[in-house]
DNA sequence: CTAGGGTTAG
């Protein structure tokens, strides 16, 4: 050995003790054996054996040996050492060097740029951008990718753009993984627009791109856009993967597209993609928002390997079809299957309580959350708390949750009490309430909605008519009501008093059909404007009719007796509707299945899933 | 040296 080190030099003596001594033991017993060694020629071959480094042991055992050796100052070898240290996702370690090093070159700057960006540490990660900016340095094009995906994980598109800007100053722009991360982070960031201008610029698209596109169509809510995209990517010769299908579930289980959804279910499965956990709980969740309830289940029963996410998934799907029960006894199964909730786990199964108006069993599972699992309560739990008890109408102690919470409430939480005063008719509360929910949100049309309906309750009409007022000063514009329904792998539209269907007069004869039954069952039209509790769909005009009606209409005429309906709305449903919808059910003997904005509506027999609990 | 992904309240 010791002849070994004499006589080599340096480079063939490191290529020589990285083919015999793959391990750290042997490279630091080999450079203990010659305590004469020059420091300096240790230092060199300590670089380049680093460089075939692939354990992480043994990183750290050599990085031991160097501070034996008094080499800790030379920055080359820290330079190293930091570049090793984010290879192995050892950030802080590597932070720690870098840290020490005087200067460091601009490529470390840009590894450490990168490491952060990896290990999730955006805001690290861009305060180091930054400061390699103010140095003069510019970070490569290797860095700018992640850059931009902190942006996209902080959504902070002000912070993308001006990284838009250095890129092409730095002439970065042009290069596909930059470009990619570009569409990535505008697309996370929301600006959709944005994404597609920089995608449709590209003169090279990789399936990575085509799926950041897809995946931002899907997440912004243009779900027609992202079937389309989807088309279109194939269109163009790009295969695509399992990643892409899950964009494309999305969309269908927001559009509630059964029969696109199985067949992009039986498409993973002819195509051979790896139907792994993420796949199964993709359809599983599309199958629960396309009402499917019982189709979601048996992929959950079958699905080896369930974890967090798809235990949560089955819980929430068991919520929003009203099955509170089943939802808390999954809950305990899982626990009892060793898998530790989070505080998403948590909010599925305080809302599914919330849903179905078991307010002891919330109220024992958010103390559960907090004692037993010594998980903080997130927003979103504070939340479905609220909806919980304000539903129950227990007011006060809403009240009160919300005035001793550790966290400042958002607009969400007194939005959430808002929607229980509306349901109480509490008009002192709501007004109150109101003043800090206008502050925080001024421009939210439903909440404006809520407050306005609460004074049509109580009769007072210039109230309404000052909110109404207040609205359009605000440019709070009301959301349009719309109803899907999938019909012949088309997913149509039905909006208020929609006269656009080559069918619409059949539609509304079929209406008019089935007014007189519903009448001889009880019907009263609750033409109260205090029922019509949805944005504006309601009131245009005696004729006018609710979106989802016509949908449901659309669905009796050209669908076979006895067939379920599906149908899935933008915004909550209303009372009149609600009543409307359980005779139509009875009269026309079908299964009606509704998915509103919160939840789903199975109507049958006259009754509805909800027990008129919503 | 780079990348895209499944669950969540109102």
């Known amino acids: 050995m010791r002849t070994l080190f004499n006589q080599l030099s340096p480079i063939n003596l490191a290529a020589t003790l990285c083919n015999r001594f793959s391990n750290s033991n042997h490279l630091c ?3 203990s054996a010659s305590p004469n060694l020059p420091i300096n020629q240790i230092a060199h071959i300590i670089c380049c054996v680093l460089q075939e480094c692939t354990s992480f042991s043994c990183l750290k055992k050599t990085h031991a040996k160097i501070f034996a050796y008094g080499l800790q100052y030379d920055s080359r070898i820290l330079t190293k050492f930091a ?119 590209m003169a090279l698209r990789d399936l990575v791109s085509w799926t950041s596109m897809i995946s931002g169509y899907a997440h912004n809510g243009y779900n027609s856009e992202t079937l389309g995209f989807f088309d279109l990517m194939r269109g163009s010769g790009v295969i695509p993967n399992r990643v892409s299908i899950l964009s494309v579930l999305l969309a269908c289980g927001n559009l509630g597209a059964l ?17 792994d956990i993420l796949v199964a709980t993709a359809i599983m969740d599309m199958y629960s928002k396309c009402g499917s309830l019982d189709l979601a289940h048996c992929l959950f029963d079958e699905t080896a390997g369930k974890d967090l ?83 129950a109408g227990h007011l006060s102690e809403a009240v009160d949750l919300i005035e001793n919470m550790p966290v400042e409430p958002d607009a969400s939480i007194w939005g959430s009490l808002l929607g229980a005063c509306r349901i109480h008719n509490n008009l002192d509360l709501a007004e109150k309430i109101a003043d800090h929910l206008f502050h925080l949100d001024p421009v939210h049309a439903g909440y404006h909605v809520l407050l306005s309906n609460i004074y049509a309750a109580k009769s007072r009409w210039n109230e309404v008519e000052k909110v109404r007022k207040m609205m359009a000063r605000r440019g709070a514009n009301k959301i349009q009501g719309f109803s899907l329904v999938e019909y012949d792998n088309q997913v149509l539209k039905f909006g208020v008093g929609d006269i656009s269907h080559p069918q619409w007069e059949k539609l509304y004869a079929k209406l008019e059909e089935l007014a007189a039954p519903m009448k001889h069952l009880g019907y009263v039209p609750l ?11 309601s009131k245009e005009a005696a004729l006018s ?20 309906l599906r149908i899935t709305k933008n915004l909550r449903i209303c009372g009149d509707c609600h009543n409307a919808i359980k005779l139509i059910s009875k009269i026309v003997n079908r299964v009606i299945l509704v998915r509103d904005m919160h939840r789903f509506h199975r109507f049958e027999h006259g009754v509805c899933s909800c027990g008129d609990y919503w």
């Open 309 to 391: 996410v798809c235990w949560s998934a089955m819980i929430a799907s068991y919520g929003i079809h009203g099955h509170g029960r089943k939802a808390i006894d999954l809950f305990d199964q899982m626990v009892k299957a060793g898998v530790r909730p989070n505080h998403v786990t948590f909010t599925c199964v305080l809302s599914a309580c919330s849903h179905s108006g078991l307010l002891e069993e919330g109220k024992r599972y958010f103390q559960l959350m907090t004692e037993e699992f010594v998980i903080a309560p997130k927003l979103s739990n504070y939340a479905c708390m609220v909806d919980l008890l304000g539903r």
């Open 29 to 31: 017993t080999s450079i």
């Open 527 to 537: 033409t109260d404007f205090v029922l019509h509790d949805i944005e504006e769909e």
């Open 83 to 201: 570049i090793m240290y984010v290879s192995f996702n050892r950030i802080d370690a590597a932070s720690i060097l870098f840290e020490d090093i005087p200067s460091p070159c601009s490529f470390l700057w840009n590894v450490m740029i990168r490491g952060f960006a990896t290990d999730g540490r955006f805001l690290s990660s861009l305060e180091l951008y930054s400061k390699m900016m103010e140095k003069g340095l510019k970070p490569d094009k290797f860095a700018f990718p992640f850059a931009l995906k902190s942006c996209a994980g902080l959504s902070d598109l002000q912070r993308g753009k001006v990284i838009h800007q250095h890129l092409v100053c730095c002439g970065c722009s042009n290069d596909l993984f930059v470009d990619a991360a570009l569409v990535d982070m505008y697309a996370k960031c929301g600006d959709i627009e944005a994404a597609r201008l920089v995608f449709d610029k």
């Open 545 to 564: 009719y609710h979106s989802e009606r016509l949908a449901i209409a659309f669905g009796l005429i050209n669908t076979s007796p006895g067939t379920t």
């Open 259 to 275: 029969r696109k959804g199985e067949w992009f279910h039986s498409y993973v499965i002819q195509t051979g993609f790896e139907f």
